[in-house]
């Protein structure tokens, strides 16, 4: 190995000392906001090094690989969501969530205890209960066509507000959506808790939307008591068009009944690369570049099962 070689690996070494000091001082980089982390401001140290490393590149002071090194390695530790464009802890008297939040179907309503809650109980007849079960593309065209659905019935174009064709008392699901204006590259934390229900259709998802009817757009699903290979979790694509594509699955166990809150960390880069976490775990990492517009809010929809949402947060570019 080059002296050379080993100048720029131990240049970046020491970097990634300085960065690990400074990180665990101020908590994870990537885990939240560097407004948030109450203490030295990586974010900051990371923009001054920058800054000398663009110096180093226009006055050629820097080895071009040497400068490839360390900026692998400060990209690393970069957060690159600086701004903060929504937050809730749907701390609101209610019952209903406070704006910009707009319940399209069914029921969330805000409980002191828990935060925006849904709670949808499904038992199809028999007969429906086969058909659903017949594969995975059911559900998938359920799940890419009920939030559409739901802002029709709000609107006043079908009259079932709602509910399932044929006369089933109650909601067969809740759909809400808030309209903010979301970077197309993103960082979203939800914080929820989910209660064990009888119902045949566990699942709720959430994510971003784009177009006037919420109809395309990210969501990440989650599906109580999942097994026999079945997905827990799953972070489909809707297009414009209505299809609906499986960007990644998570096939392992996941219970989130157990009475405790529970934490999803969602990132999409500028260059379309996401990243999930499930209480600091990565459980899905995947590129699509499909979106390149800014999204129009935040969608959230419970096809079965009893959740509640205690916060909220999205950064953005």
Known sequence: MTTSRLARIAAAAVLAV?????????????????????????????????????????????????????RQTLSSYEYPWRKRIFEDDFSGRGPQPDPPWKVTAG????????????VVENRPPAQQQQKE?????????????????????????????????????????????????????????????????????????????????ASAGYRLAYVPGAAGGTPSLELVRLSSRGTVSTLEIYNKPVNLEDGQAH???????TSGRMEVKLDGSVVMEVVDRSFRDPFGGIAVLNSGGDYALRKITVDGV
């Open 18 to 70: 300085a960065l690990s000091l400074a990180a665990s001082r101020a908590g994870p980089a990537r885990a939240q906001a560097p407004d948030a982390a109450g203490g030295p401001d990586i974010q900051a140290l990371i923009d001054t090094l920058k800054k000398q490393l663009d110096r180093g590149e226009r006055d050629r002071l820097i080895d071009p690989w040497f400068l490839r090194d360390l």
């Open 107 to 118: 029921e969330f309503l805000i409980d002191w205890r828990h935060g925006l809650r849904t």
């Open 263 to 269: 934490v999803f960390e969602w990132t999409r880069d």
């Open 133 to 213: 079960q017949k594969g995975d593309d059911s559900v998938k065209q359920l799940f890419g066509q009920i939030l559409t659905q739901a802002l029709k019935d709000k609107s006043g174009e079908s009259g079932n507000g709602g509910t399932e064709a044929g006369g089933t008392q109650g909601p067969s699901y809740s759909a809400a959506i808030a309209p903010v204006p979301i970077s197309n590259a993103f960082a979203l934390r939800l914080e929820m808790t989910s209660r064990k229900v009888e119902t045949t259709t566990p699942r709720f998802e959430f994510g971003l939307y784009q177009g006037a009817n």
